[in-house]
């Protein structure tokens, strides 16, 4: 920039110099220099002070300028650090190792195939409700028609806290909160994580996924039991499923039902899989207590409902054939990555 005034001009000539070996380019707008020239305009005669105060102005709007221009092509790439990153976060996309979807991370098997579970009955008109993983005896027992010191309690191994909260061993901990809470007819499915003392092996783990299901309304009977869970279950398998159900007892249930599928595998001719009898076990069921109902403010007298619970590793084993219900809470990623 050419200055008029020849005390500006070699000032501006020095400010130039100085501005290159400087450091912190910033410095150069206190330099005494500038300073001193600004001094300068009360020095002079009157009629000279606007020009020259005008090009001091302007070779300080030169000066900023400089400065930002340094600042910016300065500065030096951000380098953001996901730790996270199986991967150089620095290396572009096209330059990095191809990863198999696994890698990249993937949804456990048994979530996605709870969502599929869920939308079977989402179509049947069943809303989900979310378990909880520590609850009170009231929920766990009480609210479930297991009075104090009845023996059926001791069916049930849980674990403890020392504030005397239950690990839930089933998802049924939440049937009373769905009567107080919903509008009759009830439909509700609620799956939730089950903690269980188990000795462990290929078929029993001491955390597993349960699928409690209610159904509450006038006139319902076992029928609609039976019916609801085989529509739910050729769903799921997409094939027709035969269910078979024979007498069991839960305090909760009466009456109560221990009910099978037939085989998936062999359709009922018998295999491996079913120990040649045709036919799976799969989970628990029957028609609501009518004290189940009261203590949950339903009056049993004009309402009736059912109710079941499946383990949702056991359905996923079945539907994939996997021999040990352990690799699925084991982070093996060999077995993971086969559903990724
Ligand atoms: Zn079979």
């Not at 179509?123 to 520590?134: D, I, K, N, P, T």
Request: proline fraction near 6%; glycine fraction near 6%; include cysteine.
């Amino acid at each position: 920039m050419e200055y008029k005034n020849p005390e500006i001009a070699e000032v501006a000539k020095q400010l130039h110099e100085k501005f290159a070996k400087l450091k912190d380019k910033r410095a150069i707008l206190r330099a005494a220099e500038l300073t001193a020239l600004y001094d300068r305009i009360k020095t002079l005669p009157p009629d000279e002070r606007a020009s020259f105060g005008k090009e001091i102005n302007e070779l300080k709007k030169e000066l900023e300028s400089m400065v930002r221009k340094s600042v910016t092509s300065n500065l030096s790439p951000v380098t953001s650090i996901d730790v996270t990153a199986p991967f150089d976060m620095n290396v572009k996309p096209e330059n990095r190792p191809k990863l198999l979807p696994a890698e990249n991370g993937s949804r456990h098997p048994l979530m996605t195939e709870l969502d599929i579970i869920l939308d079977i009955f989402y179509r049947m008109g069943f809303a989900a409700v979310e378990s909880r993983e520590l609850d009170d005896d009231y929920h766990m027992f009480g609210s479930l028609n297991f009075p104090k010191d009845h023996p059926a309690r001791d069916e049930y191994d849980t674990f403890v806290t020392d504030e005397d909260l239950v690990a839930p061993a089933h998802t049924s901990i939440m049937q009373n909160r769905v009567f107080k809470s919903m509008e009759i007819p009830i439909r509700a499915v609620i799956p939730g994580r089950v903690f269980r003392n188990e000795d462990l092996d290929a078929r029993h783990e001491h955390t597993f996924y349960q699928l409690e299901g209610v159904y509450v309304d006038k006139g319902i009977h076992a029928g609609h039991l039976v019916a609801t869970i085989r529509a739910w279950l050729s769903s799921y398998y997409e094939r027709e499923i035969k269910i078979k159900i024979q007498p069991f007892y839960f305090p909760f249930t009466e009456p109560s039902f221990e009910f099978a599928a037939s085989c998936i595998f062999c359709e009922g001719r018998g295999c491996n899989v079913c120990s040649h009898t045709g036919w799976i076990e799969l989970g628990g069921c029957g028609m609501i207590h009518p004290n189940v109902l009261r203590e949950g403010g339903i009056d049993p007298a004009k309402y009736t409902g059912f109710a079941w619970g499946f383990g949702i590793d056991r359905l996923v084993m079945l539907k994939y054939n996997i021999e040990d219900v352990r690799h699925f809470h084991s982070g093996n990623l060999k077995f993971l990555r086969q559903f990724a």
